[in-house]
């Protein structure tokens, strides 16, 4: 269905033609436009690619759309999109845990006093 680009209504009257191709006038904020089915998705592939490379960065949602003002549920959107696409050097869930530091400074601790003096 067409909607208006500026407020999304899709209270549309036609509006004659430019270029051979159908206008539009929005009825409610007097907004003029052609249609485009290729443009109604919104963001163009590169902001997309922006986007993900941003969250593959580490950087939240919330934080993507501070910065490009792009609603975080449409990034969450194009991410699972793009789940299959990602690249073989993404395992997020390789990251060390704080558990296994622990673990290791416990280790290095214990050697330490091994070989101090005086065990009597
Ligand atoms: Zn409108």
Redesign the pocket.
């Known amino acids: 269905m067409t909607k208006?680009p500026?407020?999304q209504?899709s209270h549309i009257r036609k509006n004659g033609h430019r270029r051979g191709k159908q206008n539009h006038i929005?009825a409610?904020?007097g907004?003029q436009f052609v249609e485009n089915p290729k443009t109604n998705r919104g963001y163009s592939d590169d902001i997309r690619k922006i986007c993900l490379k941003m969250y593959l960065n580490g950087m939240g949602f919330r934080g993507i759309e501070r910065v490009t003002d792009i609603h975080h549920t449409t990034v969450i959107k194009w991410v699972k999109q793009a789940g299959e696409n990602l690249p073989d050097a993404y395992h997020p869930e390789v990251i060390p845990e704080v558990g296994e530091l622990d673990e290791l400074q416990t280790f290095v601790g214990s050697k330490k006093t091994r070989s101090g003096f005086g065990q009597q």
């Open positions: 208006c500026r407020c209504s929005c409610d904020c907004r």
